[in-house]
């Protein structure tokens, strides 16, 4: 048992005074010692919190003794210490942002896609009228994603309906979507649903349930996440790398920012080429005016918007 926990977890509920709510419950993380990201919105929470077990523990329990959480599920990952640096609670319109909102607001406890266990998607992943889709960013499936699943060129998840065209060839077959812990997927499939699909299922728990249930199998590279590690490893069955080098084009997961500020490019640069570059991405970007100094460790870590 490591000393400390991080929590990933969100719950569409209807919540009456998000910014009370929001008030309240930042007290009380910071009482516990949590740091982290929740997101609170008239339709639920979104959160991602590290601290030690014993405080992790207590924070679960009195989430599900919370009659509009009962149902929640935590996904925990051992960590050997803190993952974030601060402790935010913030009110938005949506606990992920996708922008459908108003009339067309979706309400995945109205309708959504069917939920799978980690089992029963691995299961099915590799029949014939399956098709795996990944509804997450491209840095993200860059570093790592399903085996042959399709992705959708997405830089933020709120695009996703003006790309869903690209399933269009896919309609007689049946969607299987997935993410990093689930919650996009509850609404992407409902979008699915509504825009005319039939046969919409969705992987409960994301990747990170998957990893936990299946050992990772056929999860190719590695799992972007959305605190201090950056990414994690998740196949532990058959493992490998297929990011490569932003620069030079060889296989890496190095997972940094170019050191140039208004680059910023969040994507994978080999060691061999940080050094070159001095942490930037290109020439020109080494030679910026206000390219920071290269750290070490490489990166300048993006502030998580889309997700959190
Ligand atoms: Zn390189
Ligand atoms: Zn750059």
Do not use: W
């Amino acid at each position: 048992m490591t000393a400390y926990k991080v929590l990933l977890y969100y719950f569409y509920t209807l919540m009456e005074d998000p910014e009370g709510f929001a008030v309240k419950h930042l007290k009380y993380c910071k009482e516990l010692g949590l740091k982290g990201r929740i997101i609170i919105a008239g339709e639920g929470l979104n959160g991602t919190v590290s601290g030690t077990t014993e405080a992790c523990e207590t924070y679960m329990r009195s989430l599900k003794e919370d009659i509009r959480f009962a149902g929640i599920d935590f996904k925990i990952d051992d960590v050997a210490e803190h993952v974030f640096h601060k402790m935010h609670v913030r009110v938005k319109p949506e606990i992920v942002h996708l922008g459908v909102r108003g009339e067309k607001a979706l309400d995945p406890n109205k309708l959504t896609g069917i939920h799978l266990t980690p089992q029963e998607f691995l299961e099915m992943k590799d029949q014939r009228d399956v098709v795996v889709v990944d509804m997450r960013s491209d840095y993200e499936y860059e570093l790592g994603k399903f085996k042959d699943a399709v992705t959708l060129n997405l830089e933020n998840f709120r695009d996703l309906p003006q790309h869903l065209h690209q399933l269009e060839k896919y309609r007689d077959k049946k969607i299987i979507t997935y993410c990093t812990g689930g919650i996009k997927c509850e609404k992407a499939t409902a979008l699915l649903l509504e825009s005319g699909f039939n046969d919409v299922y969705q992987l409960q728990g994301g990747v990170i349930k998957y990893a936990q249930e299946t050992g990772g199998v056929d999860f190719e590279g590695e799992l972007y996440v959305f605190d201090g590690r950056i990414k994690v490893d998740v196949n532990k069955v058959n493992p490998t790398v297929i990011s490569k080098c932003f620069v030079c084009g060889t296989p890496s997961s190095r997972m940094v920012n170019c050191a140039n500020p208004d680059c910023n490019i969040h994507t994978t640069i080999c060691l061999t080429c940080a050094v070159q570059f001095d942490g930037a991405c290109s020439t020109t970007c080494k030679e910026h005016p206000r390219k920071r100094p290269y750290n070490e460790k490489g990166y300048y870590p993006k502030p998580a918007v889309d997700y959190l």
